[in-house]
């Protein structure tokens, strides 16, 4: 079977750092708040060009945190895109907040920044740009028309680590940014984890308590706030890995252009990488439009493919009662023939041709 993702490789290559960090975490006993997670905040924040690191428990509540420190709340709109993980929008909605979705770019996934401008309203208070799949948003367009409208930026960067925007880390360009460390990502934990990054301090100290309880200190608390820290254990793990995160990464970037070697001229559409980016390829997607034989083709000759997204967030049943509604053309088409391929660093060039040899076999049936 070629796998989307194989942890097997992953812990034969790095197995041997991890073990020693993890028992390092077991010999001093603390397991929350200790040295692994202020040193990898530190080294984190440092990596992506931020002055401030965060850690929290997963990118979820990382997202869900950025909008609540911001103060946005009931009444409030937030702009985002539908074709992203539901995380997304769930920090919108969760805040009390409603969320204004403009379309995907057709050739990047990312938001469509000629719609922005038109969905603002006396009630925006925010933009959040998701960089998909590992490829950046156009984000001076959409830091313009922050500025011009007053507005925060937040970056959704969970799918982007290393990646790059005009030679910048993303995560570092907005008023914040958040990062999910789900195990297959580009820097993946062995469980859930999450970081915010900002160069606020006046943002990042509030972030600091609003993560653990709403503390100012032990048991004194200034405001109401939850439980979500990144442990000791996932800290001291995360910094073993980000040693090797540009190597991975160009890795990945190798891996994408076999892809397009094999695949060139092929009846798919296939990623792109435009002028302005560094895409690391947390996912390698293309579409066809028999995508769904198209899997099953690939999975009876044991090759793992995903579908990310299947279904747009604004379809979803969860998010219908809130009565949003958004014609999103090219979102709703390409959901129907988007399909990510194998894509992680330690794939075989052997494997590479086969997936793209079977994908061309699939065309002439």
Same mark, same amino acid.
């Given at each position: 079977?070629?796998?989307?993702?194989?942890?097997?490789?992953?812990?034969?290559?790095?197995?041997?750092?991890?073990?020693?960090?993890?028992?390092?975490?077991?010999?001093?006993?603390?397991?929350?708040?200790?040295?692994?997670?202020?040193?990898?905040?530190?080294?984190?924040?440092?990596?992506?060009?931020?002055?401030?690191?965060?850690?929290?428990?997963?990118?979820?509540?990382?997202?869900?945190?950025?909008?609540?420190?911001?103060?946005?709340?009931?009444?409030?709109?937030?702009?985002?895109?539908?074709?992203?993980?539901?995380?997304?929008?769930?920090?919108?909605?969760?805040?009390?907040?409603?969320?204004?979705?403009?379309?995907?770019?057709?050739?990047?996934?990312?938001?469509?920044?000629?719609?922005?401008?038109?969905?603002?309203?006396?009630?925006?208070?925010?933009?959040?740009?998701?960089?998909?799949?590992?490829?950046?948003?156009?984000?001076?367009?959409?830091?313009?028309?922050?500025?011009?409208?007053?507005?925060?930026?937040?970056?959704?960067?969970?799918?982007?680590?290393?990646?790059?925007?005009?030679?910048?880390?993303?995560?570092?360009?907005?008023?914040?940014?958040?990062?999910?460390?789900?195990?297959?990502?580009?820097?993946?934990?062995?469980?859930?984890?999450?970081?915010?990054?900002?160069?606020?301090?006046?943002?990042?100290?509030?972030?600091?308590?609003?993560?653990?309880?709403?503390?100012? +200190?032990?048991?004194? @608390?200034? #405001? &109401?706030?939850?439980?979500?820290?990144? /442990? %000791?254990? $996932?800290?001291?793990? =995360?910094?073993?890995?980000?040693?090797?995160?540009?190597?991975?990464?160009?890795?990945?970037?190798?891996?994408?252009?076999?892809?397009?070697?094999?695949?060139?001229?092929?009846?798919?559409?296939?990623?792109?990488?435009?002028?302005?980016? +560094?895409?690391?390829? @947390?996912? #390698? &997607?293309?579409?066809?439009?028999?995508? /769904? %034989?198209? $899997?099953?083709?690939? =999975?009876?000759?044991?090759?793992?493919?995903?579908?990310?997204?299947?279904?747009?967030?604004?379809?979803?049943?969860?998010?219908?009662?809130?009565?949003?509604?958004?014609?999103?053309?090219?979102?709703?088409?390409?959901?129907?023939?988007?399909?990510?391929?194998?894509?992680?660093?330690?794939?075989?060039?052997?494997?590479?041709?086969?997936?793209?040899?079977?994908?061309?076999?699939?065309?002439?049936?």
């Amino acid at each position: 079977m070629i796998k989307m993702f194989d942890f097997e490789r992953e812990y034969k290559e790095i197995g041997k750092e991890v073990r020693k960090a993890i028992i390092k975490v077991f010999k001093i006993g603390q397991f929350i708040l200790g040295e692994e997670v202020v040193n990898f905040e530190k080294e984190f924040s440092s990596y992506i060009g931020a002055k401030y690191g965060i850690g929290v428990n997963s990118g979820s509540d990382a997202l869900y945190l950025a909008v609540k420190s911001l103060g946005i709340g009931i009444g409030d709109e937030v702009i985002t895109v539908s074709h992203t993980f539901v995380s997304t929008i769930d920090a919108i909605v969760r805040n009390g907040a409603k969320p204004v979705f403009v379309d995907v770019d057709p050739e990047t996934y990312t938001m469509d920044t000629t719609q922005i401008q038109d969905k603002i309203t006396g009630r925006t208070k925010a933009i959040i740009p998701v960089h998909l799949y590992g490829h950046s948003a156009d984000m001076n367009s959409i830091n313009e028309i922050a500025k011009k409208n007053n507005l925060f930026v937040i970056e959704d960067a969970c799918q982007a680590h290393g990646s790059e925007y005009k030679g910048k880390k993303v995560g570092s360009i907005g008023n914040i940014a958040c990062f999910s460390f789900y195990p297959t990502k580009n820097l993946g934990a062995y469980g859930d984890g999450g970081m915010i990054v900002t160069n606020s301090e006046e943002i990042a100290k509030r972030l600091k308590m609003l993560m653990n309880y709403g503390q100012s +200190k032990k048991y004194f @608390h200034d #405001f &109401v706030g939850v439980n979500s820290r990144l /442990d %000791e254990i $996932q800290a001291a793990i =995360l910094r073993v890995k980000l040693r090797h995160l540009d190597e991975w990464n160009e890795k990945r970037r190798k891996i994408a252009k076999l892809y397009d070697n094999f695949l060139k001229d092929s009846n798919f559409i296939l990623p792109i990488e435009k002028d302005y980016a +560094k895409h690391v390829y @947390h996912l #390698f &997607v293309i579409r066809s439009r028999n995508r /769904d %034989e198209l $899997q099953q083709y690939l =999975l009876k000759n044991g090759i793992q493919t995903q579908i990310h997204y299947p279904t747009p967030v604004h379809k979803q049943k969860a998010y219908l009662n809130l009565g949003i509604k958004a014609i999103l053309k090219n979102t709703e088409s390409i959901v129907s023939e988007i399909l990510s391929l194998p894509m992680n660093q330690w794939l075989a060039n052997e494997e590479i041709e086969i997936v793209a040899r079977k994908l061309r076999e699939w065309t002439f049936l």
